[in-house]
């Protein structure tokens, strides 16, 4: 079964750089969420939306943005990067309906390093 | 506010004992989910299981059972007869009812299960 796409898996930048993260969801999945995992962390809410509108949005800094297109997929953009932000980022996807109604997928992620 | 808690950081057991995996929430939602999430060192985040909050009765899945008790707030994990792959980062988390709604992990319990 297909699964969720991220890109690039792996990511190196320079402090004060810019990145963008993609989010590829599951074939029919409406929402999708994004993740930051530091080290030995438990996965820490960013954001999510449904139908390209934010549904939930949690302690994600003003340095990042994120968006959902017409065709689900999503970007996470993060500017001014610091030495704190080098993590894990996960994307889930979800459907609002089913038997598995609202049940998060994640992706492999996309591990950042920020130098 | 939600809150999940699994006071068990590390555990650490021999193959073929049976290891149980604790999870105690807080929530002032009516209606609510629970999950478990499996992350081996490979670093992806695998769903196991998600119980929605009315449906009290326990599961079994192979090797895997999950008592949930609404009255004491637990979640709880078993696995039987455990392997060595089942060394993980293994993850309880919750979310409210609502589509796109964020989930909020408790901080891991890392499971060692040696030959």
């Known amino acids: 079964a297909a699964g969720v796409i991220q890109s690039p898996r792996h990511l190196i930048k320079e402090k004060r750089e810019t990145a963008t993260l993609k989010c590829y969801p599951i074939?029919?999945?409406?929402?999708v969420y994004w993740y930051q995992q530091g080290p030995g962390q438990d996965p820490q809410f960013l954001i999510s939306?449904?139908?390209?509108?934010?549904?939930d949005k949690g302690s994600i800094p003003d340095r990042f943005s994120a968006q959902q297109f017409s065709d689900y997929h999503s970007e996470l953009n993060m500017s001014s990067l610091e030495l704190g932000d080098s993590a894990l980022y996960f994307c889930a996807s979800s459907l609002r309906g089913g038997a598995h109604k609202d049940t998060q997928y994640f992706g492999p992620g996309t591990r950042l390093t920020v130098l | 506010a939600q809150k999940v808690t699994q006071a068990q950081t590390e555990i650490s057991v021999v193959e073929k004992e049976d290891v149980t995996l604790d999870c105690v929430y807080e929530?002032?939602?009516?209606?609510?989910?629970l999950f478990w999430y499996k992350q081996p060192p490979s670093g992806e985040l695998v769903f196991l299981i998600r119980?929605?909050?009315?449906?009290?009765q326990n599961e079994i899945s192979g090797r895997y059972s999950w008592n949930f008790q609404k009255s004491t707030s637990s979640f709880n994990f078993t696995i039987t007869a455990s392997q060595v792959v089942d060394s993980a980062v293994y993850f309880c988390?919750?979310?409210?009812?609502?589509?796109?709604?964020?989930?909020?992990f408790g901080e891991g319990t890392q499971l060692t299960v040696n030959p």
């Open positions: 988390a919750l979310s409210p009812e609502t589509s796109g709604s964020r989930l909020t």
């Open positions: 929530t002032r939602d009516t209606t609510y989910y």
């Open positions: 074939p029919r999945h409406d929402t």
């Open positions: 119980r929605n909050s009315f449906d009290e």
């Open positions: 939306f449904y139908e390209k509108m934010q549904s």
